[in-house]
C-alpha cells in the first residue's frame, strides 16, 4: 500500500512538471488559462499543447511499464521487455514501410500495421530463440531479441534515409518521443489498451503459480498454454499500440518491472498495476528531463530512456547472470 501511495504522489508531481516546464515555463494564471482552454497568451497556449501530451506520457509509460512485466513473467527472462524483445521495433518497421511504399497516413491503419509488425516480431524472436537444446532460455531469447531489433532497425533507417524530406515528421520512430501525442491518437489506441489491461487482471493469479514451475502449476490447476499466451498477447498488444503513437522507447519495460519487483515482492496481482504506475511515472519524467535539458530545443524521451537503461540492463545482467526468474 505505501508502495501504491507513493507511486501514486511521484505521478501528481510528475503531471503538474509535465504541464508548467518546456521550453517556456508557465505560471499558474496561464496553467489555469490552458487547463480552461480560454487563453490566448503564449503559456496559455503551450499549456493547452502540453496536456494531450502529458495524458500521451502517462498512458504509454503505463502500458511499457505493464507490457515489460508481462513478458518477463511469460519468458522467465529478467532482461525482456518490449524494446529488448524486438516488439516495438518490429511495428515500426511495418508503420514505416505501409508510409513509404502503401501511403497510409491515418492513425487507424497505422495502428493495425504497429499490431501486425509488433505480433509477427514477437512469434520470429521466440522461434529462434527456441531453436536448439534448452529451447528458449533467457540468454537466447534475449540474444535473438537483440539481434532482430538491430537487423530491424537498420531496416528502418534504409526505408527512411532515401526519403528524408517526406519522411521528416516520421523521424521519431527511430528513437520514440511523444511529440505526436493527442487526443485522437489515445482515443484510437484506447480500446486495444482496454482489451490488454483486462487480459493483465485476469492473468495475475496464474502467473503466480506459474512462477513456481510448470509442473507446480498444472498441479494447482492452471493451464498453462492459456495462461502465457493470454499475457504475451497482452504484453504485445500494449507494446504495439505505444508505438504506433510514440515510436519504439526502450528500457521503459526493462527497469520499471525491476524496480516495482524491490517494492512489493513477486506477486504479480501487486506487481502488474504497480508497474503501469511506475511506467508512467518514470516516461513523465523523462520527457520534462528531456524538454528542459536543452531548451528551447528537446531531447526525444526515447533517448532519455535508453541513457538511464542501458547501465541498468548492464547491472542486471552482471547481477543475476541472466538466469530465469
Given at each position: 500500500?505505501?508502495?501504491?501511495?507513493?507511486?501514486?504522489?511521484?505521478?501528481?508531481?510528475?503531471?503538474?512538471?509535465?504541464?508548467?516546464?518546456?521550453?517556456?515555463?508557465?505560471?499558474?494564471?496561464?496553467?489555469?488559462?490552458?487547463?480552461?482552454?480560454?487563453?490566448?497568451?503564449?503559456?496559455?497556449?503551450?499549456?493547452?499543447?502540453?496536456?494531450?501530451?502529458?495524458?500521451?506520457?502517462?498512458?504509454?509509460?503505463?502500458?511499457?511499464?505493464?507490457s515489460g512485466a508481462l513478458m518477463q513473467a511469460v519468458t522467465r527472462n529478467p532482461i525482456a521487455d518490449p524494446g529488448i524483445l524486438g516488439v516495438n521495433t518490429g511495428a515500426s518497421l511495418a508503420m514505416v514501410t505501409g508510409i513509404a511504399f502503401l501511403g497510409t497516413r491515418s492513425l487507424s491503419q497505422q495502428l493495425w500495421l504497429a499490431l501486425a509488425g509488433g505480433l509477427l516480431t514477437a512469434v520470429f524472436v521466440y522461434a529462434i530463440g527456441s531453436v536448439g537444446p534448452g529451447g528458449g532460455t533467457p540468454v537466447?531469447?534475449?540474444?535473438?531479441?537483440?539481434?532482430?531489433?538491430?537487423?530491424?532497425?537498420?531496416?528502418?533507417?534504409?526505408?527512411?534515409?532515401?526519403r528524408a524530406q517526406g519522411m521528416d515528421g516520421f523521424r521519431f520512430?527511430?528513437?520514440?518521443?511523444?511529440?505526436?501525442?493527442?487526443?485522437?491518437?489515445?482515443?484510437?489506441?484506447?480500446?486495444?489498451?482496454?482489451?490488454?489491461?483486462?487480459?493483465?487482471?485476469?492473468?495475475?493469479?496464474?502467473?503466480?503459480?506459474?512462477?513456481?514451475?510448470?509442473?507446480?502449476?498444472?498441479?494447482?490447476?492452471?493451464r498453462v498454454g492459456q495462461t502465457r499466451l493470454l499475457a504475451a498477447g497482452a504484453g504485445v498488444l500494449l507494446g504495439s499500440a505505444v508505438t504506433a503513437v510514440t515510436g519504439p522507447i526502450s528500457f521503459t519495460g526493462l527497469m520499471v518491472p525491476h524496480a516495482v519487483r524491490m517494492l512489493c515482492g513477486p506477486d504479480h496481482r501487486w506487481l502488474l498495476p504497480l508497474s503501469a504506475l511506475g511506467g508512467a511515472v518514470l516516461l513523465t519524467a523523462a520527457d520534462v528531463v528531456?524538454?528542459?535539458?536543452?531548451?528551447?530545443?528537446?531531447?526525444?524521451?526515447?533517448?532519455?530512456?535508453?541513457?538511464?537503461?542501458?547501465?541498468?540492463?548492464i547491472a542486471i545482467a552482471r547481477g543475476a547472470k541472466v538466469r530465469q526468474l
Open positions: 500500500m505505501a508502495a501504491l501511495v507513493g507511486l501514486l504522489v511521484l505521478l501528481g508531481v510528475a503531471v503538474v512538471l509535465s504541464v508548467v516546464l518546456g521550453a517556456r515555463v508557465v505560471s499558474l494564471t496561464e496553467v489555469l488559462s490552458g487547463l480552461r482552454g480560454d487563453g490566448s497568451e503564449i503559456g496559455a497556449l503551450a499549456v493547452g499543447q502540453r496536456v494531450p501530451r502529458t495524458a500521451t506520457a502517462v498512458v504509454a509509460g503505463a502500458c511499457l511499464g505493464l537466447k531469447l534475449a540474444l535473438a531479441g537483440m539481434a532482430t531489433t538491430a537487423a530491424l532497425s537498420a531496416a528502418v533507417s534504409a526505408i527512411m534515409l532515401p520512430w527511430q528513437v520514440g518521443g511523444l511529440g505526436r501525442g493527442s487526443w485522437e491518437s489515445l482515443s484510437a489506441i484506447a480500446p486495444f489498451v482496454a482489451v490488454a489491461a483486462v487480459l493483465s487482471l485476469l492473468v495475475a493469479r496464474p502467473l503466480n503459480s506459474l512462477a513456481l514451475g510448470e509442473e507446480v502449476a498444472v498441479g494447482l490447476g492452471v528531456g524538454r528542459v535539458l536543452i531548451r528551447p530545443s528537446e531531447v526525444p524521451v526515447g533517448v532519455i530512456t535508453a541513457f538511464v537503461g542501458a547501465p541498468v540492463l
